[in-house]
């Protein structure tokens, strides 16, 4: 008779675990179109052409590799931007309002906190299916852009920046907008 009642609990446990493994992972492979995902953002043409240009196409494909694909392309535009910012600092060497708001903005897209920082952390948040997190990550990418721009506080003087940074800038933001609206999918 022990045996029995042994034996639903752990037929009970192990059904819920099954349960709690198929809606985990039917989060990773939900499928949403392109339109949905776009149509939230600040630039839906812009989000388009990129879910659209991952290598084997958006169309079915789930929304975490859409995800990845898109940290991937707002990586490597954080990367450019940063090279525009060191060569910035580097021709701003007898201007020193512009050099110390482009070591700023370093500050904000590389080193160990920076958009660079955290975008690469977005892939470890994506394979732990940490969806939650994603949205917060990448919320922060878009404070530290938008520090580098506008200041870290409403009292910082503004720099009136006619160089390429704020349109670099934007694109990052806009990038990272994305995967906000592709977080949102994933979590609900």
Do not use: W
């Amino acid at each position: 008779m022990v045996s029995l009642s042994i034996r639903p609990s752990l037929i009970s446990s192990l059904v819920l675990m099954f349960l709690l493994f198929a809606a985990s992972s039917n989060a990773s492979n939900k499928v949403v179109d392109v339109n949905a995902i776009c149509k939230p953002t600040e630039n839906p043409s812009l989000c388009s052409n990129i879910l659209n240009s991952k290598p084997g196409g958006a169309k079915g494909a789930d929304l975490v590799s859409l995800a990845l694909y898109t940290v991937d392309v707002a990586r490597g535009n954080i990367t450019n931007t940063i090279n525009l910012i060191k060569s910035l600092i580097a021709k701003s060497a007898h201007n020193p309002n512009a050099k110390n708001h482009y070591e700023m903005c370093l500050l904000h897209f590389d080193y160990d906190e920076g958009a660079l920082a955290i975008i690469d952390g977005i892939k470890k948040i994506l394979k732990s299916r940490d969806y939650n997190s994603l949205n917060i990550a990448a919320s922060a990418v878009q404070t530290e852009v938008s520090n580098c721009i506008v200041g870290d506080s409403p009292s910082d003087p503004p720099y009136h920046d006619s160089s390429l940074l704020p349109r670099y800038a934007d694109v990052v933001d806009q990038v990272v907008d994305i995967i906000l609206s592709i977080s949102y999918y994933l979590v609900n």
